[in-house]
């Protein structure tokens, strides 16, 4: 399926954003619609595929397998998020969807070649880079010596600041793109502990659970952050 800049929700977050229309155009010219189902599988570990994609609705989770086979989510992928190897195969990582997910995927060659004749392209996406480096960092250090609601709490407020439309405020409610096992997994914790730290943030007065996975945000200076 062709591209559709002017109807995409994301047209004023993604990285394509710094283009005038007709440049956005002309790149669309080059990318195609991808839709994922809950859990399938956008780039394998060791594919020879050069590609990458901006998510423009659903959730991504990055991971790796250890040798045992244990998966371990390295980072999450929101939407405006892009996600791609455009200079070398994954050789590492899996990009999975967790939910069901419609993508613009592009060609490594071909995004290269955009990058060499819209170098505002390429310095957005260095900024994108830099911001996923930090969320990283971010994850790592919540996965070290924060307390079990630390670890929450700090996940929380990420994945509100991700669902947001604003660069200065978190979105007051969100859906949670994992399950609480994958939450748990990614944290360190047990589904339990998770389960015990958003029922005590619930009644502190911080958040409100919203059936299966929303939350909403209702004071976050209550939440306990490291």
């Known amino acids: ?26 790149l669309a010219k080059a990318g195609r619609i991808r839709t994922l189902e809950a859990g399938e599988t956008l780039f394998a570990a060791g594919t020879d595929e050069l590609a990458c994609a901006t998510l423009k609705s659903g959730a991504l989770k990055i991971t790796s397998t250890s040798a045992d086979g244990r998966e371990r989510i390295l980072s999450l992928v929101h939407p405006s998020g892009f996600v791609g190897e455009m200079f070398g195969p994954y050789v590492h990582h899996d990009v999975v969807a967790l939910a069901e997910s419609e993508l613009c995927v592009f060609a490594g060659p071909a995004f290269s070649q955009a990058i060499e ?3 505002r392209l390429g310095h957005a996406l260095l900024r994108r880079t830099q911001e996923d480096l930090f969320a990283s960092r971010e994850l790592l250090s919540l996965t070290g010596n924060a307390s079990a609601g630390e670890r929450v709490a700090g996940t929380l407020l990420s994945m509100a600041r991700a669902a947001s439309d604003s660069p200065c405020h978190p979105a007051t409610y969100f859906e949670l793109p994992l399950s609480r096992g994958e939450l748990a997994d990614m944290l360190g914790l047990t589904i339990e502990t998770v389960s015990r730290m958003l029922t005590r943030f619930e009644r502190a007065g911080a958040i409100r659970k919203v059936k299966k996975r929303g939350i909403e945000l209702v004071d976050p200076a209550l939440l306990p952050l490291p």
Request: charge should be negative.
């Open 117 to 119: 004749r819209y170098p």
């Open 1 to 26: 399926m062709s591209l559709a800049c002017a109807t995409c929700p994301v047209r004023d977050r993604a990285a394509c954003a710094v283009l005038s229309e007709d440049e956005r155009d002309e």
